[in-house]
Nanobody, 127 residues
C-alpha cells in the first residue's frame, strides 16, 4: 500500500525560504508521477510542480516558476520542494501526490490523475 507523508510546513515571513519533504513508501511499479500540489483559500487545488521518478523534464506551475525547486531522492523515496522568496499568496495546504506510470509521457499536472495523496502540510507566509 502506497503511503505519502509530508513534512516541513511552517510559518515564515515573506521573502524567506522553506523546504517541504514528502516521504513515500510502498512503491512497487516501474515508475511514478509525483508532484506537489497546494490548496489556497478560495481556490481549486493546483499543481506546484511535478516530475517522473524515472527522470525527464520537470513541470512547474505558474506560481512556482523561478522561486520553487522540486527534487527527488530515489534512494530514499523522498520528494522535496525548496521554496524561496515566498509570498503571502503562497499560504495554503501543500500536498504530495503520486500515481504509477510506465512513462513520463503519461504524467500530467491535473489533480484527478493522481490516486495517492498525503495528508498535507500547512504553509503560512506573513507579510
Amino acid at each position: 500500500q502506497i503511503e505519502l507523508a509530508e513534512f516541513g510546513g511552517d510559518s515564515v515571513q515573506a521573502g524567506g525560504s522553506l523546504t517541504l519533504s514528502c516521504s513515500a513508501s510502498g512503491f512497487r511499479a516501474v515508475g511514478y508521477c509525483m508532484g506537489w500540489f497546494r490548496q489556497v483559500s478560495g481556490r481549486e487545488r493546483e499543481v506546484v510542480a511535478r516530475l517522473y521518478t524515472g527522470g525527464g523534464s520537470i513541470y512547474y506551475g505558474d506560481s512556482a516558476k523561478g522561486r520553487f525547486t522540486v527534487s527527488l531522492d530515489n534512494a530514499k523515496n523522498t520528494l522535496a520542494l525548496q521554496m524561496d522568496n515566498v509570498k503571502p499568496d503562497d499560504t495554503g495546504m501543500y500536498y504530495c501526490a503520486a500515481e504509477s506510470s510506465r512513462s513520463e509521457n503519461y504524467c500530467t499536472h491535473w489533480t484527478n490523475a493522481y490516486g495517492y495523496w498525503g495528508q498535507g502540510t500547512q504553509v503560512t507566509v506573513s507579510p
